[in-house]
């Protein structure tokens, strides 16, 4: 009996974890629409609400990409869902993906 009380224990906290690390990511992750995609200088540019991760209020943002393949993967127009970090003092584009 002990041993059934500690796997239902040790599979609650692996439940919240995963409860808490979708709650980040959907939390961390904001809406928006591409405005511009300019490869060659590695920017896309966002429309998008507020960003607490990095301090910015709604307005359109030229952001460095992590992942510069990501720039051939989108239009202005696209609606997305992507994350934003400082990587080397700049704001940049971490994860990027289509809205459905």
Do not use: C, W
Not at 10 to 37: H, N, P, R
Not at 41 to 69: E, N, R, Y
């Amino acid at each position: 009996m002990k041993r059934i009380s500690t796997v239902v224990k040790s599979l609650t906290f692996a439940l919240a974890a995963a409860a808490f690390a979708v709650a980040a990511y959907a939390q961390a992750t904001i809406e928006g629409e591409v405005v511009k995609v300019d490869k060659s200088l590695g920017k896309i540019t966002l429309s998008h609400g507020a960003i607490k991760s990095v301090d910015l209020p709604p307005m359109k943002t030229a952001f460095h990409v992590q992942d510069k393949a990501v720039l051939d993967r989108y239009n202005p127009g696209d609606k997305v869902r992507f994350a934003v970090e400082k990587v080397g003092g700049y704001n940049t584009v971490t994860s990027i993906e289509p809205l459905k």
